[in-house]
């Protein structure tokens, strides 16, 4: 999918997939999305046309200076406008699923031996709306672990870092 045209159009997606830093690379094709996640909300509902149309996840290195480890999980996501609470705006309930499936990415990688994360308190402040359709980047990384608690931090931004 890092060769889909919604991200090959943008220079700043082309710039950001072909980082050689980028430690592990994921792609989920329209046609075989049942491998990417495991539960049905992205599979059944949001893995589709006018949803999301295209999808990358991959680590790399994370200057965030409350990281505690270095990396960050990140997906880069072309999105329709299926997702969308008024027209040409993604619902903030979106937004939420978003950062809620990207921290638990970073925490079940920050913590791989330890069983699969739920959230307990997801707290989203609103900067801007994302307007449909668009390629947006995800990210989250590591703040803290303590015991079996794992802090993450995201934020989902467009490609001048908004």
């Not at 094709?29 to 909300?41: I, Y």
């Not at 990140?74 to 921290?103: E, W």
Request: net charge negative; glycine share 8%.
């Amino acid at each position: 999918m890092a060769d889909h045209p919604d991200f090959q159009r943008l220079p700043w997606a082309q710039k950001l997939l072909q980082d050689p830093s980028l430690a592990f690379v994921h792609e989920t094709p329209n046609s075989d999305r049942s491998v990417m996640a495991s539960n049905t909300m992205f599979k059944a509902v949001l893995y589709k046309p006018g949803a999301i149309d295209a999808h990358v996840s991959f680590q790399r290195p994370c200057a965030e200076p409350d990281n505690s480890r270095g990396i960050e999980q990140c997906m880069l996501l072309s999105i329709g406008p299926y997702v969308d609470g008024k027209i040409g705006r993604a619902h903030g309930g979106f937004n939420s699923l978003i950062l809620d499936q990207l921290t638990g990415s970073a925490a079940f990688f920050a913590v791989p031996d330890s069983p699969p994360p739920a959230t307990a308190t997801l707290t989203v402040d609103y900067k801007a709306p994302i307007n449909t359709p668009c390629v947006i980047l995800a990210r989250a990384w590591l703040i803290e672990v303590s015991g079996r608690k794992i802090w993450v931090r995201g934020v989902i931004e467009d490609g001048e870092g908004k």
